[in-house]
């Protein structure tokens, strides 16, 4: 996925300002300059986020209170202008960009969700046939375990493994080996006592 020019993200943004205000309109809606400032911040956002991010960058900017902004995220994905997913460990938006493939990598450990592109593979997505649908947007996501994570976890398991083992065989050989060669000095040292 190519990134996007300064034109296209002015363009997206006037063309969802537009879509806003036309539907506050056909719903008699007051047009409220919060509802506005929640669109732009939803907007500077180039990925996923969640709404305690959204919260914070319009924190300092603009008094909007957390109802507000899950209230106007509501009416943002109604009008297909955001899109909600539901992950296991919270519910995160994005902008909805018809046409856009997005991957997710979501770690069942952490919760981590980052994103991710495949050419190729979008490509075959755009192109698939769903029946009695007109898709927008796609989104596939793959489950699993972050490197962090599983460098963590098998570091606990080697941990967990070395206390469960008994001595290994390798060890045992040269405690064996030390032995005999304890028994040769000894034998040596009994030699020598003879002697004299
Ligand atoms: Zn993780």
């Not at 902008?95 to 979501?106: D, E, L, S, T």
């Not at 489950?143 to 398991?157: D, E, H, Q, V």
Request: net charge positive; glycine share 4%; charged share 35%.
């Amino acid at each position: 996925m190519a990134p996007m020019k300064d034109t296209d993200e002015r363009l997206l943004k006037e063309e969802a300002h537009r879509m806003l205000t036309e539907y506050m309109s056909e719903h008699h809606q007051r047009k409220t300059p919060e509802r506005y400032a929640v669109l732009d911040a939803v907007y500077s956002f180039e990925g996923l986020f969640d709404a305690d991010q959204l919260y914070q960058r319009l924190e300092g900017e603009f008094r909007v209170s957390r109802a507000s902004i899950y209230t106007t995220l509501d009416l943002l994905a109604r009008i297909g202008l955001v899109v909600r997913n539901q992950m296991p460990s919270k519910v995160y938006y994005e902008r909805n960009i018809p046409g856009q493939v997005h991957f997710y990598k979501a770690c069942t450990e952490c919760g981590k969700l980052e994103r991710f592109n495949n050419d190729s593979i979008g490509r075959l997505l755009k192109e698939m046939p769903v029946k009695r649908f007109h898709p927008s947007m796609y989104a596939l996501t793959v489950s699993g375990l972050c490197s962090k994570c599983l460098s963590n976890i098998n570091r606990r398991k080697k941990r967990l493994d070395k206390k469960k083992l008994p001595k290994s065989k390798s060890e045992a050989v040269v405690k064996s080996n030390g032995d005999k060669e304890q028994a040769k000095d000894s034998a040596r040292d009994k030699k020598k006592t003879n002697k004299t």
